[in-house]
């Protein structure tokens, strides 16, 4: 089949001049090789990139379902754990406080003394001091210089029924602290009106606080323990740790507690009774 | 009105208005565009590929992305040029793919394939004209002529003759120089001369 496209070329083998002809016929070849595009072509991009749009709407919509799972799963159980132990050691941080009443316990001695007191506590209404309105911060001097001695039992049965009732800042018997929102300080009155030992003066707890502060809450408490408490305890004490009259002294000036010449007597020359 | 940027092809101010457009989520100003460049982009598509399946395919792939970074489109070349680049490196993505994954048809007969090379419009030939079936068959052969060419002087060539850029539009989408760019194109031309005349394919 004769062409005019196959007569160019054989003119162009034929000779070497490239007729432009030939070029231009291959040329005009090539161009017709461009097609158009299928019909619906725009419309189905159009369609890809709608389905496209929607794809990220939802991935975005997963992403930010996904970000809030992912908060809820890590933040919810930290809560937990996290809320109750803040709450916690508030808790603890309040009862903290009164346990380091200094006219209570020895420096250093803390609630150990207090799990003792509340395991010789009775629950004997006729032991419990009525409940008080306010406790003084420490325990006043036995008895001023300048008072005469028949006003002194009286201001000490007014001083000791001062005692609150409850426990201000000592465990129950389970060793267990109950919620006593008032912070009444503990005093030799407080410890008194909850242990066994009756207290019939003011010396008589002042004392106690004193030897406590010598001998040292838990010692004292261990001791205390074995005992049958009774008005000759603090005299027991004495002469159970070797508690020297200049010791006592000493102790008692730094609590600002002073005592007759009688009590001293009483409680360091009086021979001990028997058990 | 037309925005001179030196030394590249200018970019139109109406192509730059329908990206923006398009950019703020217009999807007519985007149907534009589309409708507009369709055919650059598939006949480009087309060279790189053996079906034109094949090829509609890598053209609505080109303008999928070209939509997705069209934000990014800032004026600085012809909104051609940019879509002739993406189009020409989803055609390697293509081709990169179709080597690592030879698919082999099952339903289509070797005489088929033959048939498909050629090209030749699926018509009664008896009926055809004698002068257009001669016509069809050239240009059947300058496809073929074309299509064995390297890859390279294959994408120039259907550049310039086939979707009749200017040579600084191809130097642009190439990143090439003038002068690199008109000194391949002679040979592809001379190439796909030889081939023709090689073959005899004209008897």
Known sequence: MKSNFDADLQQISATETEPASADAH???????????????????VMDAIRAERRKIAFRHRMVRL??????????????????????RSEKNADIALTDNDPALYAPGDTAAGNVLYSTIRETNPATE???????????PSSTPADMPEAEAPAKAESAATKAPATT?????????TQEDPVETPATADTFAAETKYTVNTVAESSVITVLRTIIGAEKMDAWLADQTVSEDTPRNLIHAF????????????????TFTQDELDTLFDTPLTEK | MIIQSPERKAVSVEDLSLARQAAEGSDDAFAVIVERY??????VALRSVSSPED?????????LK??????????????????????????????????????????????EEESKVLDIPDTDVTAMPEEELTRQTEIAAVREAIDSLPEEMKTIITLRDISGLSYAEIADILRLEMGTVKSRINRARAAVKNFLIERNFFT
Not at chain 1, 243 to 257: C, G, S
Not at chain 2, 38 to 43: D, I, K, M, Q, T
Not at chain 2, 85 to 106: E, F, P, W
Request: charged share 20%; glycine share 4%.
């Open chain 2, 66 to 111: 070209a939509w997705r970074s069209i934000a990014s489109f800032r004026g600085d070349c012809a909104l051609s040029t940019w879509l002739c680049r993406i189009a020409l490196n989803c055609c390697c993505d293509h081709a990169r793919a179709a080597k690592r994954h030879r698919a082999v048809s099952l339903t289509v007969q070797e005489d």
């Open chain 1, 26 to 44: 291959i040329r005009e070849l090539t161009a017709a090789l461009a097609v158009d595009v299928p019909a619906d072509f725009t419309k189905n």
């Open chain 1, 168 to 176: 201000v800042g000592a465990p129950d018997h389970m060793g267990k």
């Open chain 1, 242 to 257: 070797g508690i020297r009259r200049e010791v006592f002294l000493t102790a008692a000036a730094d609590l600002n507690l």
């Open chain 2, 38 to 43: 369709s055919r650059l982009v598939y006949n």
């Open chain 2, 55 to 63: 090829a509609a395919d890598i053209s609505q792939e080109t303008f």
């Open chain 1, 129 to 139: 001091a009525p409940a008080a309105e306010e406790v003084p911060p420490a325990c």
């Open chain 1, 66 to 87: 996904g970000s809030a799972i992912a908060a809820a799963i890590v933040i919810v159980p930290m809560a937990a754990i996290v809320l109750p132990a803040m709450i």
